[in-house]
């Protein structure tokens, strides 16, 4: 059981299109982030949520933006679909006062194809 | 800016040989560094993870990582590796100051029975 759970775990959308994807983090978390996984790569970092601000971003256009609600679950939506979409997107939580204890917990992801 | 690179992107070994991939970091600061893994059709989990003191970090399943922080590297090592080894491995590095996680590309791991 991951504990973070992600849905829906797979989707195909059309160029142009707009798409949400959704999270629950790890119970007793209130930290979320979300990471892109392009076939063959690593996990590359999206943004990251707390308190319901986005507290800091990747390298990733204003296409791609998220929110936090106050149980602490989150959605990315990402608008202006390119095919170079097509990523697995991965949920992670953690404990912000756990700090440097309080490792990734990750879902295991949302399969978006982009046609 | 941070980065990370994964020499091997993909190892096969015979079960009982020993394990060790390459993993080094680009940044000039202090740094927490990871090993996440990856087993087939489950979620990303960490293996092991080093924040400060003993630079040789014990994880889960046997694994071990030295930080030479001299070499910028964290290499992953398993004296003996086991079938259920196989997987895809990940080395992350975050920067103390800093929130991100940043991952290598990946090893995938095979081990042959």
């Known amino acids: 059981d991951a504990g973070v759970t992600q849905s829906p775990t797979h989707l195909i959308k059309t160029r142009g299109q707009q798409v949400t994807l959704r999270c629950s983090p790890k119970?007793?978390?209130?930290?979320v982030s979300w990471y892109q996984q392009a076939l063959g790569q690593g996990p590359q970092f999206i943004f990251q949520y707390y308190e319901e601000e986005e507290r800091q971003r990747g390298n990733f256009p204003d296409r791609f933006s998220g929110h936090q609600f106050p149980n602490y679950s989150s959605e990315l939506n990402v608008n202006a679909l390119l095919l170079g979409d097509s990523a697995l997107y991965l949920c992670?939580?953690?404990?912000?006062?756990?700090?440097?204890?309080?490792?990734?917990?990750f879902g295991n992801g949302t399969r978006l194809t982009v046609t | 800016a941070q980065s990370v690179s994964q020499h091997n992107h993909h190892v096969i070994l015979s079960e009982a040989a020993s394990l060790e991939l390459g993993c080094n970091y680009s940044y000039g600061g202090t740094v927490n560094l990871f090993w996440y893994v990856q087993y087939p059709g489950q979620h990303l989990q960490l293996l092991l993870k080093?924040?400060?003191?003993?630079?040789l970090v014990k994880g889960i399943k046997g694994f071990e990582a030295e930080f030479i922080k001299s070499k910028f590297s964290f290499n992953l090592r398993k004296p003996s590796v086991q079938w259920s080894d196989t997987a895809e491995y990940f080395c992350a590095v975050n920067a103390r100051r800093d929130d991100k996680i940043i991952f290598g590309k990946g090893t995938r791991l095979h081990i042959l029975p």
């Open positions: 992670a939580s953690s404990f912000e006062t756990g700090g440097l204890e309080s490792p990734l917990h």
């Open positions: 080093y924040f400060s003191g003993d630079p």
């Open positions: 119970s007793g978390h209130d930290t």
